[in-house]
């Protein structure tokens, strides 16, 4: 490995056990310096390659003179053989951007990240190195190195694991089966691409009154939110606006018809305001008083377990009944709940929910980049993946804009078949597992299920799905039934 050109560079020491809590870390700093914690690792053989995936969390904040840089490798203890993998770089706010100038072409595959201060930086390392016979028996280390003014030092290494996952064992033969999971790109839009941004104001009135009082407690914060979530949609010069929609609630002490009432006249107010001070200039509006907001009262109720008489008042909340039965049967079967609502989460109910809809125009793939760092909001899901294969080659990059879309589309197929496809590369079955619950059936979960199968041990269960995806049109499960024979072809020896 190459001297590493990097000034004050001190270790970052890797806890030992890896089902520590962070408490349990931190509570060892004094033994310690710039602490982490490897929370997993994953080693698998996929497609001729050994992928290695590991999740660090770094703790302790990094001096503003050093970096941390850690070496993961593979290593066959019996004969010595080994091969490194990128490095990782851990860098105070100064070192990464000394990182990004001077040592990036000279370490062009390692992952560099700063560490900001006071928060804990979660790392995941995605890489992979070619298959060799040797690496059958390898473990998974990472060194602990530290370099200052040229001069190299060893600071001992952490064992992380072993190849994952392990050869099918058939008699006394092991053999080795590569896995083919899949995957699916989404289609290109076909029509404009519409998006929101959404908000909630609580805004401040006398009681029984509806004007908007701009300096009243709370209600300066409260406009500018307002104002702050439609600049931010008005200064993208990327999108077009639609319109703007405010829906104003009541909470529900009173008379239904009375709050009904006193919500429009509120609701309607802040639409006059908002265009008398020039915050919605140019834009359509909709205003729509909603009455009383008994839905959020629902969520509440099912969200804080600690409020008294809970399940009775749910029960009456959700009663297919007149509002004001609902307040009066509360006020008599549940007052001690009933006085917590009144006091603690009726307040929250008078609110107003505003809605900017907008749509976005197609971007390119230069063009995603940014916009994926911004606002990835307003890529397409099409989008985001052409981002991503411009790094194909790349694991680490593009795992982190896949795992970044799972994010912001969390239920969505393609990404959570993609996130499955992903774990399945990593030997992860439960993870994969878990992902494919959120996709729809097609013969690409099919295939991936038959992977997690095999993950798992069940070698029949793996083949016969695989089998039932070849039937179902997908490409890779030949080459996946040509790898199953192996097992076969020992069995029948």
């Not at 499960?477 to 020896?493: D, G, P, R, T, V």
Request: hydrophobic share 40%; proline share 4%; aromatic share 8%.
């Amino acid at each position: 490995m190459k001297l590493f050109r990097i000034l004050f560079l001190i270790l970052l020491p890797v806890t030992a056990s890896a089902s520590s809590t962070l408490a349990d870390v931190r509570t060892n700093q004094a033994k310690y310096d710039y602490l982490m914690k490897i929370n997993s690792s994953a080693i698998a053989v996929v497609d001729s390659n050994v992928v290695v995936s590991l999740q660090i969390t770094a703790i302790q904040d990094v001096p503003a003179t050093q970096s941390v840089v850690l070496s993961p490798e593979l290593v066959d203890t019996t004969s010595l053989r080994k091969a490194e993998l990128p490095l990782i770089f851990v860098n105070s706010r100064n070192q990464q951007i000394y990182f990004e100038r001077d040592l990036k072409n000279e370490y062009p595959d390692a992952l560099a990240l700063r560490k900001k201060k006071g928060k804990d930086l979660k790392i995941e390392y995605l890489r992979s190195v070619k298959y060799e016979p040797w690496m059958e028996k390898a473990v998974l280390k990472v060194r602990k190195l530290s370099c200052a003014c040229n001069r190299q030092k060893s600071r001992g290494e952490e064992l992380v694991g072993a190849l994952r996952p392990q050869p099918v064992e058939v008699g006394k033969v092991a053999v080795k089966v590569n896995l083919f999971p899949v995957y699916l790109v989404p289609p290109a839009d076909k029509n404009v691409k519409v998006r929101e941004e959404k908000g909630s104001a609580y805004l401040n009135f006398v009681v029984n009154k509806w004007n908007i009082l701009p300096d009243y407690m709370n209600n300066p914060a409260e406009l500018q939110k307002i104002h702050n979530s439609v600049n931010i949609v008005k200064n993208d010069s990327n999108v077009s606006i639609r319109k703007m929609v405010i829906e104003g609630y009541a909470s529900p002490e009173g008379s239904n018809a009375h709050n009904l009432s006193l919500s429009e006249k509120r609701t309607e107010a802040l639409n006059q305001y908002l265009q008398r001070a020039g915050m919605v200039k140019g834009i359509r509006m909709e205003a729509h008083g909603k009455g009383e907001n008994w839905d959020g009262f629902i969520k509440h109720l099912k969200r804080d377990k600690s409020i008294p008489q809970r399940e009775k008042l749910l029960s009456i909340a959700n009663a297919k009944i007149d509002p004001d039965a609902k307040e009066n049967r509360m006020r008599r079967e549940a007052g001690q709940g009933y006085s917590y609502v009144l006091k603690n989460i009726f307040p929250s109910l008078r609110c107003t929910n505003y809605t900017v809809v907008y749509t976005v125009r197609p971007f390119t793939v230069e063009e995603s980049e940014v916009v994926f760092e911004t606002r990835p909001i307003n890529l397409s899901l099409n989008e985001i993946y052409k981002l991503a294969d411009k790094y194909a080659h790349d694991e680490q990059k593009y795992y982190s804009i896949i795992r970044k879309a799972s994010l912001l589309y969390p239920n969505d197929t393609y990404i959570n078949l993609t996130m499955a496809y992903l774990a399945i590369k990593k030997g992860e079955a439960d993870e994969a597992a878990e992902y494919l619950r959120k996709v729809k059936n097609c013969p690409e979960k099919t295939m991936n299920e038959g992977l997690v199968a095999y993950l798992k041990g069940d070698v029949e269960k793996a083949v016969k799905l695989v089998e039932q995806a070849q039937k179902q049109g997908v490409k890779q499960a030949s080459m996946q039934l040509e790898e199953f024979k192996k097992i076969e072809k020992i069995k029948n020896k």
